[in-house]
């Protein structure tokens, strides 16, 4: 009688767990919407952020007056961002709990039409500004994992080539890219986490999860961390072709 009430049990658990799978692809409008979205993002963040990262580890990995208070400027927005500000920013009666640490402490749309710029200008100056400071704030971190990374090449292959004679531009592609390739991989993998985290997607299965609705909000959340899965894998192969590990080329 046991073994006939668990097959009996076992095909209707297995029909519904397909139904929220399902469900959750073909069935709600906004997951797959904001599903594909996250992906776009996430792709978006691994390039740009990779990039913009490495550009300014080797500006500030230079010899300039400043160069101390310009690396603190660089890290503040990852100060500002960390939930220990956010949650004393988000008590405090000034600030609106909607907004981020940084941005409540300057409305530059507020500004800007407190001094009469039309709306559609501001518009388009805020779209820009929102994009250079999300690129700056989810930064930090990779900022100081490639310049760690910069600081550890040999001083003896920029020597050699600068009495080879080579330029700035030449050092880079020839000595600081390829040397510091290996510190890539860490990159996207952090900034695909962070992304991860801060996905719009979170909040369509969190709904689920405040109705009670486990099943879909389960099944949203595998699919999910499996597409990250898969997109992080295959973004780590191809990183892989191209990688360069100084130990493995003596």
């Known amino acids: 009688a046991d073994m006939d009430a668990v097959s009996f049990i076992n095909p209707l658990q297995n029909v519904n767990i397909l139904y929220n ?3 959750a692809l073909t069935i709600d409008a906004d997951y797959p919407v904001q599903l594909l979205s996250s992906l776009g993002t996430m792709a978006s963040d691994c390039a740009v952020i990779t990039i913009f990262s490495l550009l300014i580890a080797v500006m500030l990995n ?10 603190a400027i660089f890290f503040l927005p990852v100060i500002f961002n960390s939930e220990a500000v956010s949650a004393a920013l988000v008590n405090s009666p000034l600030v609106n709990p909607n907004e981020d640490a940084l941005t409540a402490l300057f409305d530059m749309g507020k500004f800007m039409q407190g001094i009469g710029i039309p709306k559609f200008l501001i518009t388009f100056l805020t779209g820009i500004t929102d994009g250079i400071y999300d690129t700056i704030s989810y930064s930090g971190i990779q900022i100081l994992i490639f310049l760690t990374a910069i600081q550890s090449v040999p001083k003896h292959l920029y020597e050699a080539a600068r009495i080879e004679g080579a330029t700035q531009y030449e050092m ?6 390829p040397m510091v390739s290996a510190m890539i991989p860490t990159v ?5 986490v962070d992304s991860f985290l801060r996905s719009s997607i979170n909040k369509v299965i969190q709904v689920y ?3 009670s609705n486990y099943g879909v909000h389960a099944a949203m959340s595998w699919i999910y961390l499996g597409v990250v899965a898969v997109f992080l894998v295959v973004v780590l192969g191809i990183l892989s072709k191209v990688v360069f590990y100084y130990d493995d080329k003596k």
């Open 62 to 71: 230079g010899n300039f007056k400043g160069r101390a208070a310009a690396r």
């Open 172 to 177: 880079f592609w020839k000595i600081t890219l």
């Open 209 to 211: 999860e405040e109705q």
């Open 21 to 23: 799978y399902s469900y």
């Open 188 to 192: 996207i993998v952090y900034t695909v």
